[in-house]
């Protein structure tokens, strides 16, 4: 993971909220909060794209959406097509992804000893995916028959 300057930012939360909270800028200026939370099983992740329907080009309605799903069928480092859904539900995870109008949002759930393995699967959606031919014709597809 890339070092992080971690800034002294006040997060406002209910006096209640056992949770730890902290924001760290990455050196390639990914912004991260991170959750400490006591109180569960689970580990998550998230990432949030600035890019959404209304950033396709003209002539290209979707391709914000097509791409949102073009990134969970494989990766440069885990090329076995859907692994990444099968590893998640394997370990009592979950997964999902939504473009809106000018974010694309990413995210999944999985059990706390299955995390580093989990965001590494996912953190290469976005670092090496493999966008393949026969992938691409089979999502054209499926967009055209929905």
Known sequence: MAAGKEEVVEILKPHNDKREYRRIVLDNSLEVLLISDPDTDKCAASMDVGIGSFCDPDGLDGLAHFLEHMLFYASEKY???GSYKK????HGGST???????HTNYHFDVNADCFEEALDRFAQFFIKPLISPDATTREIKAVDSG
Not at 87 to 90: D, Q, V
Not at 96 to 102: D, E, L, P
């Open 87 to 90: 590893y998640i539900s394997e």
């Open 96 to 102: 999902n992804a939504f473009t809106s109008s000018v």
């Open 79 to 81: 090329p076995l097509e």
